[in-house]
């Protein structure tokens, strides 16, 4: 950890993560707890970007709010060169960007379907709340 940053709980950490994706203009933000099914992680942070490159940017700017934030540095990081689909390991929290198509493919959020979702601040959510509405 980080000299000067305070410890957070893993499930702040997964709402610092969507917090950050959705600053970066991340669709469809949702932080899934998974602790009681898997034992190597505790959260999931799913998020969509619309490119390549907005998927390599919302990646880097939850690398960096969860390294600034948290003190905390990603102990895996796969996909980055291409773009599709790019995963942050924090331990505690994944966090995973896909391009729509891949989203679609891997469905995360179906095969963890019975994992709660987090609550997120508005901030978050706000842009997406109504296609979630029905």
């Given at each position: ?42 959260y999931f942070v799913v998020a969509t970007g619309r490119s390549d490159r907005q998927v390599r940017t919302i990646a880097d700017e939850v ?72």
């Open positions: 950890m980080t000299k000067g940053v305070r410890a957070l709980e893993p499930r702040d950490i997964a709402v610092l993560a969507a917090s950050a994706a959705a600053e970066k203009k991340a669709e469809d933000v949702v932080v899934l707890d998974v602790a009681a099914t898997l034992v190597i992680t505790s690398e960096d709010a969860v390294r600034v934030g948290a003190g905390l540095k990603p102990i895996g990081r796969e996909g980055q060169r291409e773009g599709r689909w790019v995963l942050l390991d924090f331990g505690e929290v994944v966090v995973h960007v896909f391009q729509p198509d891949e989203r679609e493919f891997y469905r995360l959020e179906k095969l963890w379907s019975d994992s709660p979702r987090v609550e997120l601040p508005e901030s978050v959510t706000g842009a997406a709340a109504g296609e979630h509405a029905g």
